[in-house]
Nanobody
């Protein structure tokens, strides 16, 4: 199983921006569907962004669409989530994930994930 390590979280004011990074092993981000979900402890997770293995299809939840952008650098095996216009409601722990398809990620069928990185947005 791939091991993923997230970074880039922190505390920002509403309206600010952060870029999360996720480092994988091997060629994970070149051949697998990849994405991000967020979860407040004690609540259900929310799949917020995904990218197909081919790189041709993206997904964003309604809550982040237009504000977040998912991308990857396959050569360096790094996945990114650019988060702009952050709102207090975005406060959560963010996790990067991989799976066999974007559809599987969307339905919770991911096969690997990282330790999470905390994002806190103040009003």
């Amino acid at each position: 199983q791939a091991q993923l390590v997230e970074s880039g979280g922190g505390s920002v004011q509403a309206g600010g921006s952060l870029r999360l990074s996720c480092v994988g092993s091997g060629r994970t981000f070149s051949i697998d569907a990849v994405g991000w979900f967020r979860q407040v402890p004690g609540t259900e997770r929310e799949f917020v962004a995904g990218l197909s293995g081919s790189g041709g299809t993206t997904y964003y939840s309604d809550s982040v669409k237009g504000r977040f952008t998912i991308s990857r650098d396959s050569a360096k095996n790094i996945l990114y989530l650019q988060m702009n216009s952050l709102q207090p409601e975005d406060t959560s722990v963010y996790y990067c994930i991989t799976g066999n398809s974007l559809q599987q990620l969307k339905t919770g069928g991911f096969t690997s994930w990282g330790q999470g990185t905390q994002v806190t947005v103040s009003s």
